[in-house]
Nanobody, 125 residues
Framework: QVQLVESGGGLVQAGGSLRLSCAAS????????MGWFRQAPGKEREFVLA????????YYGDSVKGRFTISRDNAKNTVYLQMNSLKPEDTAVYYC??????????????????WGKGTLVTVSS
């Protein structure tokens, strides 16, 4: 059983930046592809970014290309989401998720194995 704990959310003005972290425990971190999803009120959970177990390839949701990046440190069992040029429409609860033994490029919230509880990001205009 893998436990995921997100941190780093908060209130930021439009155009600003935030970095989210997700600390994993209870499993072999390098066995998991890691993803970030977000959910705004009244909307479906949306794929944001994901990264392969090795950290050598990342996959981006269309709405964040060029603004958000993902990275991981397997020695620290942590994955990061760097968010730049934030917009009010980025306001959502951001969730970290893990998928075991996966190297594909397709990500959907229905396919992930483990989830964190989320961290709220609010972008003011």
């Amino acid at each position: 059983q893998v436990q995921l704990v997100e941190s780093g959310g908060g209130l930021v003005q439009a155009g600003g930046s935030l970095r989210l972290s997700c600390a994993a425990s209870g499993g072999t971190f390098s066995n998991y592809a890691m993803g970030w999803f977000r959910q705004a009120p009244g909307k479906e959970r949306e794929f944001v970014l994901a990264i392969r177990w090795s950290g050598d390839r990342a996959y981006y949701g269309d709405s964040v290309k060029g603004r958000f990046t993902i990275s991981r440190d397997n020695a620290k069992n942590t994955v990061y989401l760097q968010m730049n040029s934030l917009k009010p429409e980025d306001t959502a609860v951001y969730y970290c998720a893990a998928k075991a033994y996966y190297s594909g490029s397709y990500y959907h919230h229905n396919m992930m194995d483990y989830w964190g509880k989320g961290t709220l990001v609010t972008v003011s205009s």
